[in-house]
């Protein structure tokens, strides 16, 4: 009963055409539970849950949904269930944000985080401000401040 309604922050129940603004058209589906999945997980579980979490190497954007990696995975690894919560630009604080809120709670077996070095200039203030998962203000560090009206704010 304290099961979260999703395990991810992808808005429940897409079914759409995007193209990302590159005209590379691609189809995301999103099932209820807010993952980039064609269907929902079922509970009690049945299979090995492999939780991925990352940014947009996991998100694959331009990609229909059975070429993204956790599509390949389910068909190559039966029985396990590959539950991808990738979404473009967050970084290691979301990951571990949205495991302690959301991603426990699907019970996973292996859990698969994707990092890349954008996930260390994603954790400037600047950027937590335009893409952090919980939308709150950051507020620099003095380092970060300085180093701000120094470099960046011409």
Do not use: W
Not at 22 to 27: D, E, H, I, P, T
Not at 87 to 114: G, H, N, Q, R, T
Not at 130 to 148: G, M, V, W
């Amino acid at each position: 009963s304290d099961r979260p309604k999703t395990f991810g922050d992808l808005p429940p129940n897409q079914d759409a055409f995007l193209d990302g603004g590159k005209s590379l058209a691609y189809r995301l589906k999103v099932n209820s539970q807010g993952l980039r999945m064609n269907h929902d997980v079922k509970f009690p579980k049945t299979k090995q849950h492999v939780f991925m979490m990352g940014d947009s190497q996991f998100y694959s954007p331009f990609l229909d949904n059975e070429f993204i990696a956790s599509a390949i995975l389910e068909k190559k690894f039966p029985n396990a269930e590959f539950m991808n919560s990738g979404m473009i630009c967050l970084s290691v604080d979301d990951y571990l944000s949205l495991f302690d809120e959301k991603a426990k709670f699907a019970e996973p077996d292996l859990v698969i985080m994707e990092t890349n070095g954008g996930d260390i200039t994603d954790l400037f203030f600047t950027n937590r401000n335009h893409y952090s998962r919980n939308h709150s203000a950051n507020i620099p560090t003095p380092l970060e401040e300085k180093f701000y009206k120094e470099n960046l704010a011409k």
